[in-house]
């Protein structure tokens, strides 16, 4: 019975590069979100998206992160050209349906360092 | 935007004490989730509460959801080391929407 599962677990960048982040949601799950956690801080939501579509992108940042759920694959949280401030973990949930009293069961997430 | 307040931040306790943590907002949510987070790892979720008034068992822990369904809290009986860890709460916002609003979280130590 696998979970959500995230690679890499931890993931170091140079500032200008470019990380991508991966999430295979449970199975039979067609819902994927992802949030992100800095120090101190709690689960900020980003984006929730259904296979090949994006539904709610309103937590995510205008400039340089996207997201996508393709047909096949995991779904892929992007960012280009990175800076410091983007060091946090990245964390996927999925969800087996749409609407109220909706559980969402998380990855481990993704460490991200920008050095 | 709703905020879910959560108290205390911190907590350390002796094994065998209980404790309460808190989970307060001025919105209404139409659940509310509490998940636990151990250090490196992802949230785990505990126990979803989506009746107002609803008292949830699991175990030492016991939770409940406002009768308004704007708080809840979260009460461990007897607690054990193995209790240790971030205990977080997240609501779903009412209208719809699918995005989960957390609170900051409590971190609970519970010394031997």
């Known amino acids: 019975n696998a979970g959500v599962m995230q690679n890499p677990r931890h993931l170091v960048r140079r500032r200008g590069q470019e990380a991508r982040l991966r999430c295979s949601p449970m199975k039979g799950h067609s819902h994927v979100y992802w949030y992100r956690q800095l120090p101190e801080e709690g689960l900020k939501f980003m984006v929730y998206l259904q296979k090949e579509n994006i539904i709610d992108e309103s937590g995510m940042p205008k400039e340089r992160f996207s997201a996508e759920f393709p047909k096949e694959g995991p779904s892929i949280l992007r960012i280009q050209q990175v800076v410091r401030g983007d060091s946090a973990a990245y964390f996927c949930?999925?969800?087996?349906?749409?609407?109220?009293?909706?559980?969402?069961?998380f990855g481990q997430g993704t460490r991200l360092t920008v050095v | 935007t709703q905020l879910l307040e959560q108290s205390p931040q911190f907590l350390s306790i002796q094994e065998g004490e209980n404790l309460t943590v808190y989970c307060n907002s001025s919105?209404?949510?139409?659940?509310l989730q509490w998940y636990r987070q151990e250090p490196g790892e992802g949230p785990v979720l505990l126990v979803t509460v989506v009746t107002g008034g609803e008292v949830k068992k699991l175990k030492r822990l016991t939770f409940q959801f406002g009768d308004a369904r704007k708080d809840s809290s979260l009460h461990i009986t007897a607690a054990q080391p193995g209790d240790t860890g971030l205990y977080l709460c997240?609501?779903?916002?009412?209208?719809?929407?699918?995005?989960?609003?957390f609170g900051k979280g409590t971190k609970l130590t519970v010394n031997p």
């Open positions: 997240a609501g779903q916002p009412q209208g719809g929407s699918e995005k989960l609003v």
């Open positions: 919105s209404v949510f139409s659940s």
């Open positions: 949930a999925s969800s087996p349906r749409t609407g109220k009293n909706t559980e969402a069961f």
